[in-house]
């Protein structure tokens, strides 16, 4: 059983930036997959980005390419997603997920939430105007 756990979500205007967290219980070996999704109010759940092979393999929405970037601290069992260049459009609860050996088709959970094996509770975004 795997526990992850988002923190380092907040209040933040547009165009600042936030660091979110992932951690988990148990170490992140580099055939797992990670995934960070976000839900915004009265929208449905939405992939965010992907990062398997110890990070060395990464993928992104096209709505927050060039402005977010996730990476990962094997030590610390932890993933991060970190987002620069906030828009009114990013709020919303996000979310991380494991897909344990989902290494070959990480980018896939993109859209595909249901292969996911463990999500965490969510910590909420909010980006004013």
């Known amino acids: 059983q795997v526990t992850l756990v988002e923190s380092g979500g907040g209040s933040v205007q547009a165009g600042g930036s936030l660091r979110l967290s992932c951690t988990s219980s148990?170490?992140?070996?580099?055939?797992?997959?990670i995934v960070w999704y976000r839900q915004a109010p009265g929208k449905e759940r939405e992939g965010v980005a992907t990062?398997?092979?110890?990070?060395?393999?990464?993928d992104y929405a096209d709505s927050v390419k060039g402005r977010f970037a996730i990476s990962q601290d094997f030590a610390k069992k932890t993933v991060y997603l970190q987002m620069n260049s906030l828009k009114t459009e990013d709020t919303g609860t996000y979310y991380c997920?494991?897909?344990?050996?989902?290494?070959?088709?990480?980018?896939?959970?993109?859209?595909?939430?249901?292969?996911?094996?463990?999500w965490g509770q969510g910590t909420q975004v909010t980006v004013s105007s």
């Open positions: 997920a494991a897909d344990l050996g989902g290494r070959k088709w990480c980018s896939t959970l993109m859209s595909n939430q249901g292969r996911a094996d463990y």
């Open positions: 990062i398997t092979d110890g990070g060395g393999t990464s």
């Open positions: 148990e170490y992140i070996y580099k055939s797992d997959c």
